[in-house]
């Protein structure tokens, strides 16, 4: 991909990927609370303070990205869906980071 392509398209797609696992995170907390019979609280605080944690949370909402992707490409908006991919990846290297470094 050459940045002289780049569109109004990609950069929404790259918003979107951005923002869509952050806002997803409070709802994978809530139903993990809800399997496991704990407090929303407790996890809360756990997703906090326990960087694993925190990166394995993180790493579930992003999968969020995944209904973007599919709606952008089964409608033809192949920009869009590259802009989610980009935003996919810049995830990619704290996972990595908090799973393998620390």
């Given at each position: 991909?050459?940045?002289?392509?780049?569109s109004?398209?990609?950069?929404?797609?790259?918003?979107?990927?951005?923002?869509?696992?952050l806002?997803?995170?409070?709802?994978?907390l809530?139903?993990?609370s809800w399997?496991q019979?704990?407090q929303?609280?407790?996890?809360?605080y756990?997703?906090?303070?326990?960087q694993?944690?925190?990166?394995?949370?993180?790493?579930?909402?992003i999968?969020?990205?995944?209904?973007?992707?599919?709606?952008s490409?089964?409608?033809?908006?192949f920009?869009?869906?590259?802009?989610?991919?980009?935003a996919t990846f810049?995830?990619?290297?704290?996972?990595?980071?908090?799973?393998f470094?620390?």
């Amino acid at each position: 991909m050459n940045l002289r392509n780049w569109s109004m398209d990609h950069t929404k797609g790259l918003i979107l990927g951005l923002v869509s696992p952050l806002l997803f995170i409070p709802i994978v907390l809530l139903l993990l609370s809800w399997l496991q019979n704990f407090q929303f609280s407790q996890l809360l605080y756990k997703f906090e303070m326990v960087q694993t944690m925190r990166s394995k949370v993180i790493s579930i909402a992003i999968i969020s990205n995944l209904l973007w992707f599919y709606l952008s490409i089964n409608r033809e908006k192949f920009s869009l869906g590259m802009g989610i991919i980009v935003a996919t990846f810049c995830y990619l290297p704290y996972v990595v980071y908090v799973n393998f470094f620390s």
